[in-house]
């Protein structure tokens, strides 16, 4: 993704994106700030009730909706993007009231909650096999979410 062919695309000059933005990547970190934002606001029922299924079932929804936005940002801004955008969604979520498995330090379990997330989601995005949007549930329940939620006292 370059500049020219973002200013070309969105009909505005040149020196106009750079009073906005420094670099495409600023501009993908920017755009991924208010998606965070998004799917943070859109996982607060399921968050205040504990509810993992529906978590899981309202994260999908929005990825399956933003797909094509979500792919481009995660794949098209390279592995540098990429990297700030994990971290700015570490912080987010290390203020959210997540039931995580209390034997773990926190911040652990946020970062291989959200890293493990987002690891599904460039999966799910770019792969031929992953199209039912069921699938993204099941392997962010499995691969993201399980190994750092709390225990139910019925599994200890």
Excluded: C, K
């Excluded at 799917?39 to 299924?53: C, H, K, M, N, T």
């Excluded at 792969?127 to 019925?154: D, K, N």
């Amino acid at each position: 993704m370059t500049v020219q062919t973002l200013v070309a695309e969105a009909g505005i000059g040149y020196a106009t994106f750079f009073r906005h933005f420094a670099s495409v990547d600023a501009l993908l970190v920017a755009v991924s700030e208010t998606m965070i934002g998004e799917i943070v606001e859109r996982l607060g029922p399921a968050l205040s009730s504990g509810d993992q299924g529906a978590l899981l079932r309202a994260a999908a929804a929005y990825i399956a909706e933003e797909r094509r936005s979500i792919a481009a940002i995660l794949i098209g801004g390279g592995e540098r993007t990429r990297r700030d955008i994990t971290s700015q969604a570490i912080a987010r979520a290390e203020h959210l009231p997540l039931a995580l498995d209390p034997a773990l330090p926190r911040t652990l379990a946020v970062t291989h909650l959200v890293g493990g997330a987002i690891n599904v989601v460039v999966w799910w995005v770019t792969s031929e096999e992953a199209a039912e949007e069921e699938q993204l549930v099941e392997m962010l329940g499995r691969l993201a979410l399980a190994p750092v939620v709390a225990s139910s006292p019925s599994q200890r």
